[in-house]
């Protein structure tokens, strides 16, 4: 597993700040430049301060945007260069308490937006940047200031923002428009049936709400990926769902199915809400063939390969964030495993797929 | 809650197909449509209308804003890229049965472009506001000009982002020059193969030995560039057309999975000789046969083979934007991006219109590569290319796939207003639609193999079905 947060140390009285281990010469004072390799860590120094990092290699961290934390002498990796899977996380305050979370809400929130500026105005050209959560919709006005603020200084960002859709309004219409082009919206929806999405995300009036939402960003020409963890609780209603995204979602960019990430609440119920998608693929199937025949796109998220019959896989994606990816042991024997998806890395095999077959 | 207008057509005597202005369809009772027209439309009725998305409840809700998406889509917007069909020669080795006006002897002059022409083509495709192309080369017989070709693919290959040229040919004559052409993998090749030895001898060659050539010519170059890139099509005299067996046989005998059957288009004195030519109704007798015949053989054989024009309106009823084939787009509104250039130099809106003009019946160009587009004139043909507001057209639910061919009416009819029923144009669709209609919801397992194998689907889920209550 990668690591996210190193261990650091620095001045204790320092507050905390964001700064970026340089490639080459520094362009700005948040630039680190390394000034000392020892077997007890490495030293960097910014324009403004000097810190230590232990326990990783230059080569690693190049081009990383970094959170220093002195007072707890942690360095959280905000933004890893060499990475695709770079994730904010905004809250960890939610208003819904789904079934499978992976990430169980908080009741207090920790505002980070001013680290997060600085580190998105020193991300890689180019990145797309994960928003996440809790609801980051719950801080809406500090979000989209935060948005608005690093497109005013880096034109070449865009975001990926996973909201739950319960916050969006009329007024935010010119907003969602002039930004549409560089935010992609990701919004669960686990029924066309009111009853079991509201049953699903645990708070009831959820659907009612998120239909309107919903709207307001296809009215916006927002980019729209909708998603949809398949469960015990939903599987069976997909193809009903399917038939509903493409006459009322129709300009929804893409349909996520994803499997489900036992952590959290998943691990929690995941006797309850996981589905063996391995040994039963017929609604997803008939579920995928609709969209096919509507042409609107689908991707299968975290599904091992083997677990998908050959005539859908190319719509499995390698959508396990390398931090959190494994293989089992089966896997060694699997010609198809470079362009597998894999496992979540707190998958069990005792209560997971049971038709897991290398190829 | 309101509802989208419903237009409807009796499939048969039981059922009728209805659909709205986005294409979304279904089938009721006749009962249905009794309770629709006297607005007496039973609760059942109502939730059925806005779950499908029919219907709504406020402009701006969800099952709006999906109506509104879905409409768009199946508005052909075009832009992007450009299809232009350029005739380097009018000249033909061959002199097929029903090729009347467009070909011009092997040994004539001044059939071909010259210098200057293709100079000018090439500065016309050069001023085109797109980035993709593609070119399809027809004649007469375009390998007679391989070199015209050549310099307009050099200078495609410099001035598109993206770029696929297909060449139509009969394939009578190949030499190392041409092969080396077909060697670039943006080169596509489009064929006619008119079935069995004899009916394409009769039909295009007049002599078995020639046959034999080209049939020896198709396997060549299917076994150098692969089956891929290269496809044929039937042209079928109605008059004498080949049994469909022996026409999918012919075909399969090639490794090819899709023909597309045409019929023959007989213009000018030549439609006054071919009556047969102007009524539709022996066409769509045939049509359906064959169709029937086809999906029965594959029931039987396990084997695929795609009629690809009835995949292709069944693609268009169950999604927006497949509009790849330039026949069936609407609104389809002649412009520079979309045009034949002619073996002089003349630009028209399709390959019909360029034949009106040769017999002088009515003069469709568009334009010249010396002047540049003649806007007056592309104004005025504009209306005719949309369907949505047809006073027929708007009452038929199979509209939002179809599209218009004002060329052909004139062709057929000297005006483009004639009732709709009344022409070859829409007589040929309704039969069409009828019948991609009457297959999807036909729950037979022979029709369902074909279907969902055209579809790309591993089988046609049961919402493709949608049925009133």
Known sequence: ?359 | MQVWPLRFRDLDDRRTILSDDSGAYFLAKSEFVGRYARDALSPSDERFLLEKGHAFERAGDLAHTGFLARWSRRQYIGGGSAYIILIPTLRCDLKCSYCQVSRAPLASQGFDWDAETLQKVLGFLDDLPVEEIQIEFQGGEPFLRLDLLEAVAAFARRRFRRVRFVVCSNLQTLNEGILAFLDSEDVLISTSLDGPHQVHTRNRTGDTALTEVFLSNLKQVIGRIGPGRISALPTIDIEEPPNPEDLIAAYEAFGFTSLYLRPVNYQGFARKSHPEARTSAAWNDYYRGFIEALIARNARTGRVMEEFYMAHCLRRILAPGMDSHTDLRNPNIPSGANAVIDFDGQIYPSDEARMLARIRQVDLAIGNVSDGLDQEKLTLLAPGHINNFDPDCIHCPYQPFCGTDPIDDLSRSGRIDVPRHESWFCQRHLAVFDLAMELLYRTDPEVEFSLSRWLGLESIPEALRPVAP
């Open chain 1, 1 to 359: 597993m990668i690591q996210l947060r190193l261990k650091s140390e620095c001045d204790r009285g320092l507050a905390p700040f964001v700064t970026r281990i340089a490639e080459g010469e520094p362009q700005c004072e948040e630039d680190a430049t390394l000034t000392l390799s020892e077997a007890g860590g490495l030293s960097y120094r910014t324009g403004l301060a000097t810190f230590r990092l232990r326990d990783v290699a230059p080569a690693e961290i190049a081009g990383d945007v970094l959170l220093i934390d002195p007072r707890r002498q942690i360095a959280h990796r905000l933004i890893r260069a060499a990475s695709p899977h770079n994730t904010f996380l905004i809250t960890e305050q939610c208003d819904q308490l789904c079934l499978m979370c992976s990430q169980p809400p908080k009741p207090q929130h920790q505002d980070m937006f001013a680290h997060f500026l600085a580190a998105a105005r020193l991300a890689p050209p180019g990145a797309q940047i994960g928003l996440s959560g809790g609801e980051p919709l719950l801080h809406k006005d500090a979000l989209f200031a935060f948005i608005d603020a690093v497109f005013a200084s880096r034109d070449d960002l865009s975001f990926h923002i996973l909201t739950n859709g319960q916050y969006f309004e009329r007024d935010d219409l010119a907003w969602l428009r002039k930004h549409r082009t560089r935010l992609l919206w990701g919004v669960p929806i686990y029924s066309d049936d009111p009853a079991t999405h509201d049953e699903i995300v645990g708070k009831s009036g959820a659907f009612a709400q998120l239909a309107p939402n919903l709207a307001l960003l296809g009215l916006a020409g927002a980019a729209l990926e909708l998603r949809t963890v398949v469960l015990a609780q939903n599987a069976l209603c997909l193809p009903r769902l399917a038939d509903f995204i493409t006459r009322h979602l129709p300009f929804a960019a893409t349909w996520a199915i994803m499997q489900m990430e036992r952590i959290g609440y998943g691990r929690m119920n995941w006797t309850r809400c996981f589905f063996d998608s391995s040994i039963d693929f017929a609604s997803l199937g008939a579920a995928i063939d609709l969209m096919r025949a509507r042409r609107q796109g689908v991707t299968l998220y975290n599904f091992p390969l083997c677990t998908v019959p050959r005539a859908y896989r190319d719509l499995a994606a390698r959508s396990i964030s390398d931090w959190k990816q494994k293989y089992l042991p089966a896997c060694r024997a699997c010609s198809l495993r470079a362009s597998c998806a894999g496992f979540f890395e707190w998958y069990r095999e005792e209560d997971g797929f049971m038709e897991i077959r290398p190829q």
